[in-house]
């Protein structure tokens, strides 16, 4: 494909964009400001002795580059963004128009707590929607994204073990082998021992293997449900009986579910501790657009152990329970302690039970089942073309994700990452690629309830397209791709093992070489 090249560098109305670094200096400044008075410094060896180098520019300019450089960033907003594990669902303008209601958005968290008593409220039911929905009596809010969801889970868990005097010999923790990274990290970051359970043939936990596993060292099992490989864990409840039994507790990584939701509770499969995805499940922005939050749910067990601070309520209103003196005037609280600073991000909560209200309990059933169709029918209309590892037919459906490995791109010279980048000609995100590991070469797609059949229908058409021209050995269109992306394809492998992280003047560059 020749291509034409222009004076600017731009291509028609898709700008260039240099670094801020390359196009601000720090002799400007985007606003005036007073001679500074002559002082006498108090500094001493503390003064500066050189610039801070940061780049200067007008606020027009500021602008232009921040806009341009959101314009190269695809978003859900943009187009299909099929991630899967990650969720990336349509955010209602409504939750955001919830989010700016003064109330809620201009508030200090050091606000006497008698002028905040409609946010502490929303608080209180945005808890009791979870512990609702989720079948479990409590739920600590401040977590701030999954992992850290995760942490405050196997916090309560280790702060569980601990009250009973088991921390020095049980500290084994299991976890399967297509787990998302986060789980085992986790569990090693609280000094637990990791250990993992195989996958069956079909993409679930190995029940005999676990079984093997058990032992009255055995602190937890990280299981999430459904799966990263987009399957319902069958033997949950076998699996939650089995480990009761020798005394662990069961810890349900909730990323997904979006799949479950208002069809499944959790606390009836025999779940201790269940993170929920705020940004996943119930539709709050998330990757660059963030932040997340990761609200986590604990069963009787572990309630006592919820991190400060919580909300409660009396005849005086709602209030926030902020010290260990005061938690501990409550029945048998005992919190392990606290997470953040303040009490998590509230703007993700407002935009969280937004959604929930403007579902309604119904509503949010079918947000599951929708979600759920929509990847059975991507999985039904490539399961001729592309090769789906645990597909065993249209009488075993698939959750919310539909998993396929390269096996369909044997003896074409493509793997997954070629195929991937030549999405991105096509005008797809790529997928989720690698991962879960359990699977070579894995491409896990998530449509979510977000898309419409109309654009289904063009993705599979797409997807239907690129597989043919990869059989076709048309290597031009994969090797070479993205080539209509403002970046063309990376070299991976140095940019893993030789990242240049910081920009470096060119001038100085070339007085280094003189
Ligand atoms: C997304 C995800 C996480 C981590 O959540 P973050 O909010 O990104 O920290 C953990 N486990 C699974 C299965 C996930 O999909």
């Known amino acids: 494909m020749s291509e034409k090249q222009t004076f600017s560098g731009n291509r028609g109305l ?60 695809h978003a859900i907003d943009a187009g299909l963004y099929p991630l899967g594990s990650c969720t990336m669902k349509h955010n209602p303008r409504l939750n955001e128009k919830m989010a700016r209601l003064p109330g809620f958005s201009d508030i200090h968290p050091l606000q006497p707590q008698a002028t905040v008593q409609g946010a502490l409220e929303l608080m209180d039911d945005l808890a009791h929607w979870l512990k609702t929905l989720t079948g479990l009596p409590a739920v600590a809010l401040s977590p701030k994204a999954g992992a850290h969801g995760e942490l405050c889970g196997m916090m309560a868990i280790r702060a569980a073990i601990e009250a009973k005097g088991e921390l020095a010999t049980r500290n084994r923790v299991l976890v399967p082998e297509s787990a998302h990274g986060t789980n085992p990290a986790t569990a090693a970051l609280l000094g637990f021992k990791v250990d993992g359970i195989p996958a069956n043939a079909e993409g679930r936990v190995d029940l005999a293997a676990f079984k093997e596993k058990l032992g009255d060292d055995v602190a937890a099992i990280m299981l ?28 349900c990584d909730g990323a997904n579910f979006n799949a479950i939701v208002g069809r499944v509770r959790p606390g009836d499969l025999g779940v201790d501790a269940m993170h929920i995805n705020l940004h996943k499940t119930f539709s709050t922005p998330h990757g660059g657009g963030g932040p997340g939050s990761g609200p986590t749910v604990l069963s009787d067990r572990l309630a006592p152990f919820a991190p400060l601070p919580f909300v409660v309520s009396g005849e005086a209103g709602f209030s926030l329970v902020e010290t260990m003196d005061d938690a501990r005037l409550g029945a048998d609280e005992n919190p392990f302690g606290r997470m953040v600073a303040f009490h998590g991000q509230m703007g993700m909560y407002v935009r969280a039970l937004s959604y929930m209200m403007s579902h309604g309990a119904d509503g949010l059933r079918q947000v599951a089942e929708d ?114 992306a403002p970046r063309r394809r990376l070299d991976e492998t140095q940019a893993a093992r030789n990242p240049i992280l910081r920009w470096q003047e060119p001038a100085a560059e070339a007085q280094a070489a003189e």
């Open 14 to 73: 898709q700008l260039e964009e240099p670094l801020i670094f390359e196009i601000g200096s720090y002799q400007n400044c985007g606003v005036d400001l007073d001679e500074v008075p002559e002082v006498t410094s108090r500094l001493g060896d503390c003064a500066a002795t050189g610039n801070v180098d940061l780049p200067g520019l007008s606020e027009p300019e500021a602008m232009r580059h921040f806009v341009r450089l959101s314009q190269k960033n």
């Open 224 to 251: 999430t449900n459904p799966n990263t490989c987009g399957l319902f864990e069958r033997d949950i409840i076998e699996i939650a009986d089995a480990l009761h039994d020798v005394g662990g507790y069961f810890y």
């Open 371 to 484: 979600a759920v169709l929509n990847a059975n029918y991507i999985l039904a209309s490539l399961r001729d073309v592309m090769t789906a590892p645990f597909d065993n037919g249209p009488t075993a459906p698939c959750m919310h994700e539909a998993l396929f490995d390269d096996s369909f791109l044997k003896d074409t010279g493509l793997d997954t990452l070629d195929f991937a980048k030549a999405m991105i000609d096509e005008g797809y995100h790529p997928m989720t690629m690698y991962f879960p590991l359990v699977v070579h070469g894995a491409m896990l797609i998530e449509p979510t309830e977000t898309e419409s059949k109309a654009s289904l229908d063009l993705f599979i058409a797409t997807m239907r397209d690129l597989v043919k021209g990869a059989k076709a050995g048309d290597m031009a269109r994969f090797k070479n791709a993205p080539e209509l």
